[in-house]
Structures are given as structure tokens and as C-alpha cells.
């Protein structure tokens, strides 16, 4: 079965005139794609969904601080 073309989005909080953020891409099966925005055919991270969902909660919670 054919993988479909990844549907890249950037948050709504993502306003920097230099379009200087992450992509992702969650229409893959399995994982959720990443990559940099500056350099759209460059690399991506592919991470699994349950990890992904993790690390996006705790972002939305605020579980995650800054040292």
C-alpha cells in the first residue's frame, strides 16, 4: 500500500514572520512527522504516536520546564 503525502500544519502560536518553526505532518499512519519549516525537503523526525502524545500533553500542561 502506497504511503500518502505527508499534510505538513504549523501551530496557530507559530506567527514568526521568518517562518522560523516546526512542521508536522499527522495524516502518516503510525507516526507523526516533523521537520523544519526553513528547509521543507530537508530531514524529518518521524515519532511514534503514543510518545507523541505524551510530549504534547505535558507541553499543553506545562509539565515541561525550562533549566
Not at 500544519?9 to 505532518?25: G, W
Request: proline share 12%; glycine share 8%.
Amino acid at each position: 500500500m502506497e504511503q500518502p503525502k505527508p499534510q505538513w500544519f504549523k501551530s496557530s502560536y507559530s506567527a514568526s514572520p521568518q517562518n522560523e518553526c516546526v512542521e508536522c505532518a499527522t495524516n502518516v499512519p503510525e507516526v507523526v512527522l516533523v521537520r523544519d519549516s526553513k528547509v521543507p525537503g530537508g530531514p524529518m523526525v518521524g515519532i511514534a504516536r503514543g510518545p507523541w502524545a505524551s510530549f504534547t500533553s505535558a507541553v499543553r500542561t506545562g509539565a515541561l520546564h525550562p533549566r
